[in-house]
Antibody
Framework: EVPLVESGGGLVKPGGSLTVSCAAS????????MNWVRQAPGEGLEWVGL??????????DYAAPVKGRFTISRDDSKNTLYLQMNSLQTEDTAVYYC??????????WGQGTVVTVSS | QSALTQPASVSGSPGQSITISCTGT?????????VSWYQQHPGKAPKLMIS???NRPSGISNRFSGSKSGNTASLTISGLQAEDEADYYC????????????FGGGTKVTVL
């Protein structure tokens, strides 16, 4: 059983929107602090944002390049994490990974979903 | 907040030890013990190798070790093996409202 499975990636035009999902299994999703990390083609890793567990307030934090355009949410009843992306730019083209985080480290990674922003 | 600085590449022969450095600032590596290291093979998702500067998660070989001095963290791979050939990334918590976590640019490890 794969703990995290992303879906929903695809090709979108600049200025468009896309929502990707991450289905969790095999652990108590509601207790997990969840993050999105992305990797542009041939580039390194970039932290996108996080959502805390509801017991810790369920608050979100975002990296400056995506703040105001991206929204992270979670549905603990469905064990699913979401990343809603608006006003997409070509520089948002990347593999998007959902990841669990604890004590400052990213422990469990999904296989990633590819988002391509191009006209 | 700038990316952490790693060497682009490091190489070594099988059985040797290599060390990858990761330099940050007094606002990230120098301030917090939340430094972690990740291994990534081509086309695969990253894998946590070291957390909290020097802790190895369950299942990670003791050939991998981490340390920190001042604003610089290091990952040492001893007894280098062919399967260790991969990209390695460091990361640090920053506490910054604009970038809570920062990664290094990555180091390509080549086993000669």
């Amino acid at each position: 059983e794969v703990p995290l499975v992303e879906s929903g990636g695809g090709l979108v035009k600049p200025g468009g929107s896309l929502t990707v999902s991450c289905a969790a299994s095999g652990f108590t999703f509601s207790n997990a602090w969840m993050n999105w990390v992305r990797q542009a083609p041939g580039e390194g890793l970039e932290w996108v944002g996080l959502i805390k567990s509801k017991t810790n307030g369920g608050t979100t934090d975002y990296a400056a390049p995506v703040k105001g355009r991206f929204t992270i949410s979670r549905d603990d009843s469905k064990n699913t994490l979401y990343l809603q992306m608006n006003s997409l730019q070509t520089e948002d083209t990347a593999v998007y990974y959902c990841v669990t985080e604890s004590l400052g480290a990213f422990h469990v990674w999904g296989q990633g979903t590819v988002v391509t922003v191009s006209s | 907040q700038s990316a952490l600085t790693q060497p682009a590449s490091v190489s070594g022969s099988p059985g040797q030890s290599i060390t990858i450095s990761c330099t940050g600032t007094s606002s990230d590596i120098g301030h917090y013990n939340y430094v972690s290291w990740y291994q990534q093979h081509p086309g695969k998702a990253p894998k946590l190798m070291i957390s909290e500067v020097s802790n190895r998660p369950s299942g990670i070989s003791n050939r991998f070790s981490g340390s920190k001095s001042g604003n610089t963290a290091s990952l040492t791979i001893s007894g280098l093996q062919a399967e260790d050939e991969a990209d390695y990334y460091c990361s640090s918590y920053t506490g910054s409202s604009t970038l809570l976590y920062v990664f290094g640019g990555g180091t390509k490890v080549t086993v000669l």
